[in-house]
């Protein structure tokens, strides 16, 4: 099986461009931003070659640039919840 392009990025790859945004903000090269997370910056070429990584190279790069992942309610499914639509 082979993976086919879409039109949309993937999560991880939509997570490292806020990530290097935040980088690049405070003036990081790729380089410097991999040397604070504790990472080789071939990581983070493979992250923006591929669009994937793992959970835990994610965090290691947002921690770096003092981005944290938080898991938030989907209202509107929480709405549909609470009317009992769902389930």
Do not use: C, N
């Not at 591929?50 to 992942?69: E, P």
């Not at 938080?70 to 769902?86: C, F, M, N, Q």
């Amino acid at each position: 099986m082979t993976d086919t392009p879409t039109d949309s990025p993937s999560v991880a790859a939509t997570l490292m461009a806020q990530i290097l945004a935040q980088a690049r903000a405070r003036g990081w090269s790729q380089s410097a931003l991999a040397e604070r997370a504790g990472l080789p910056d071939s990581s983070i070429s493979r992250i923006k070659r591929t669009g994937r990584a793992d959970l835990d190279t994610l965090a290691r790069l947002a921690a770096a640039v003092g981005l944290r992942f938080t898991l938030v309610p989907d209202h509107d499914y929480a709405e549909k919840i609470s009317r009992g639509e769902l389930f």
